[in-house]
């Protein structure tokens, strides 16, 4: 960086601030999530990255900021604040709650407000703190300051909730939305298939996020179902039923949530055959499974990359990432 008053654009710093949150029981997933949207994963439940991501495609994202400034002070923000133009638009400024300042360092309620005002008074627009037009993020992070517009999530995962087909055993949203994040980190000109789909929980988070996903399953009351799901939430997508023996179509990426339940009970033969096939057509897969299943993944020719616990009290899922 050039000096305290330099723009982020003149800069090398990360363009980004992203900030997470999850329970116990989320964190292994949230941190496989992380680490397959950007690269790595982070402990403090906030990081940096050059790479733009919108907020509302993770469940555990709870907001983006757009690095505009950064300094070693609040003053030399306040600073950099006042070559912002004149706009029609309103605004306010948030103080980012989750940070990396140690507890001793935390600053409380009154001291964030105070933050917010001091840089608010040299915004030469009109603030509103009710209904701004425009919010601007200020956070500490890594012994600085950044400075710029907030990006709030937007959780559509909650939308997806009550389906007009549902089983008892299917993905929660917000696991299947994370588990289509890490299949399809970034979803320019990548090709997937959910081959085992259901009714279509998987589905619905993908195309929902835009990603190029078709669905498949040997039962055909499930494939009615997932159709009629995706068609509920206005999204399009195509669905097929037949074996997994039957797909020719080469994929980028395939997600197998292994079929256990009352209406599509797989075998340890019947899984073993449904890797196999997906190793024909699948250059990497993403396997959820109740079973451990390692021995079995190897034989099928997959490399196990990454995995994690998906849990929900005692009842936990394994997602494995293999190519």
Known sequence: MKDGNSLNKESCIPAYIYTFTCTPDERSLCDMETRSLFGYETEMNILKSNLKIDPSRSPFIKGRVDIMFEG???????????????????FKVLFIKINDLS???????????????????????KADVRNPDQIYGIVPFEGRWFFGEFVKPEPVWLHHLKKPREYSTAL?????RAIANIAVPHPEGVKAIDPCCGIGTVLVEALSMGIDIVGRDINPLVTDGSRENIAYFGLEGDVTTGPISEVTEHF?????????NLYTHAT??????????????????VV????????????????????????KGVFSRQIVVCV
């Open 72 to 90: 070693d002070s609040i003053t030399e923000i306040v600073e950099q604040v006042k070559q912002l133009p004149i706009t029609d638009s309103t």
């Open 103 to 125: 507890i001793e360092d935390k600053i409380d309620y009154d001291g964030q407000r105070a933050i917010e005002r001091e840089i608010g008074w040299h915004i030469k627009s």
């Open 172 to 176: 929660s949203t917000r696991v299947a």
């Open 252 to 260: 980028d990426v395939a997600i197998i949530d292994m079929p256990y």
């Open 268 to 285: 340890p033969e019947d899984q073993l055959s449904i890797l196999k096939h997906a190793r024909s057509f699948a250059d990497k897969v």
């Open 288 to 311: 959820v499974t109740i079973d451990t299943m390692d021995d079995m993944i190897h034989e099928a020719g997959f490399e196990i990359v990454d995995r994690c616990l998906a849990k």
